[in-house]
């Protein structure tokens, strides 16, 4: 059976940092391209950035030279460092993995940023 276990979130002051965790059990990350998404109240969901089974990365432009994925496959899990928080990253945060027609989704983790 595969889950997707996210950890890392919780209340932060604009400007801040935190840094959330992606740990897979009954799948092997490393296989797999593993991306952040996030959707605020009344927004759809979107994505953030992702870590490809090759190691390649990318990230939406809103949080590019503030949000750094990786992936340690020993650990097998993927992690999102987010630095600079603003007001407007405050959202669930979903990891997911994916290949082909496989498709896993994580429960979430809250991320709110507020003074």
């Known amino acids: 059976q595969v889950q997707l276990v996210e950890s890392g979130g919780g209340l932060v002051q604009p400007g801040g940092s935190l840094r959330l965790s992606c740990a897979g059990s009954?799948?092997?990350?490393?296989?797999?391209?593993t991306n952040w998404y996030r959707q605020a109240p009344d927004k759809q969901r979107e994505f953030v950035a992702g870590i490809g089974s090759g190691g390649d990365t990318a990230a939406a432009a809103s949080v590019k030279g503030r949000f750094t994925i990786s992936r340690d496959n020993i650990k097998n899990t993927v992690d999102l460092q987010m630095n600079g928080l603003k007001r407007e990253d405050t959202a669930a945060y979903y990891c997911n993995a994916s290949r082909l027609l496989e498709d896993y989704w994580g429960q979430g983790t809250q991320v709110t940023v507020s003074s």
């Open positions: 009954g799948i092997r990350l490393s296989m797999y391209a």
